[in-house]
């Protein structure tokens, strides 16, 4: 199925916008503005709820002229692109999305023709899946983790970069027992937050090629 | 707009196919996506996190009523979006020198294609038929497709050599301790703030 690629599934929305000419400022220019002040980080509505590796919101104009003698044609709506490359199960991730965030689909999607609102998860879901569009062709580099094996798996790249460059030269029985250690600390970290840049390292100074 | 979030940059082109050449399409991406041979050139071109195409046919835009004016269009539409690492002209340049066979396949059903070489007349019809991306987010703005890549192959390696620290003396730890590092040492490029790019 091109939607899926492994266990990650490429979700491809496309909403009609409303088109009043009485709405001041016009429903597209409203939804850009609220995405404009949306966060992107942890506070995402996308961090907030679970599955989304990336996501992106687009308002779509128009259709592109490409010059003659292609024809010049236009659409007769503007549309939101939501493209999202999520976790598996779409029914799960849509409703999951309209537990976690419900306030801010609401605020984007209001502006969109027919949209029920995410207070009644079936009728959202419903509505998505009336907007889906279905991919042709789905690539992921990485199509076998969830978000949460992701995240785990940089803490543990980053953890064990550390642990190593603080271990060499020393001697087995002392090097096994510190690392049994570092694997139950790491193990009893919390998971860093989706959308999340981390703390910063501190530099290292004093190589070779300083 | 933003187009870029961390170390990942969003591109999304839309292009105007006559309808009979979409079934061209159809075909084409379907063989990419069963035949691993011809992706191998795009898994090879290790920026990318994630990429698709999708045919919206003249009669495919969602219509729901309510007022809606129904679609009248005389073509279909090809749309592309990708997550990638580096800047836009780092990635029009690789997809040209690299990918330009399996581009001009499936792009050269799009009206006034000029195919991906010569690279100045390929990055000019993108520029054309590219639109900005209003809102991006990642859940690993720091990492790129590359980190994700090892960061599994690391957790993969811990994930073993726990297994049998457990069942090993001491020195027969220290050696498997030292095949983990050898097997990961590539592994552990910093992730970290994105660069700044232009």
Known sequence: ?210 | MSNINGKVYAMNAITPMKPWKTWVVRAILFALGHVNLLRQDVINLSFIEFARWVVVPRRGFPSLGGGQAKEDLKYDYLLFFSNFNGTWNQYIDAFSAVLSIGLNLVWRWSEKFPGPIPVTLFKEYIARVQFDTDYYFTAYPHATANDLKSAHIVQASLDSLVQRSHECTAEEFKSAYLNFVIQVQAHLGETGQAPIVF
């Not at chain 1, 690629?5 to 503005?33: C, K, W």
């Not at chain 1, 992107?40 to 590796?53: D, K, R």
């Not at chain 1, 999340?196 to 501190?202: D, K, N």
């Open chain 1, 1 to 210: 199925m091109p939607n899926q690629s492994g266990t990650v599934y490429g979700l491809t929305i496309l909403s009609p916008i409303m088109n009043d000419e009485n709405a001041s400022p016009s429903h597209d220019l409203q939804i850009r503005n609220y995405l404009a002040t949306l966060p992107t980080g942890e506070e995402s509505p996308f961090a907030l709820a679970p599955g989304t590796h990336l996501a992106r919101l687009v308002v779509m104009d128009d259709v592109i002229f490409v010059g003659a003698p292609a024809i010049e044609e236009h659409l007769q709506s503007k549309y939101l692109v939501f493209e999202s490359n999520c976790d598996g199960d779409l029914d799960g991730y849509l409703t999951g999305l309209a537990a976690a965030a419900p306030q801010h689909l609401d605020a984007v999607w209001n502006h969109c023709v027919g949209y029920p609102g995410a207070a009644n998860p079936k009728a959202f879901v419903d509505y998505m899946k009336g907007c889906q569009i279905e991919t042709t062709f789905f690539f992921a580099a990485v199509n076998d983790k969830s978000v949460t094996e992701t995240l785990c798996a940089l803490q543990t790249q980053r953890a064990v970069a550390d642990f190593i460059a603080g271990h060499q030269g020393i001697e087995p029985a002392r090097l096994q027992a510190e690392f049994a250690e570092f694997v139950t600390r790491l193990e009893s970290e919390p998971l860093p937050k989706p959308g999340s840049t981390g703390s910063p390292r501190a530099i290292k100074t004093g190589g070779r090629n300083e």
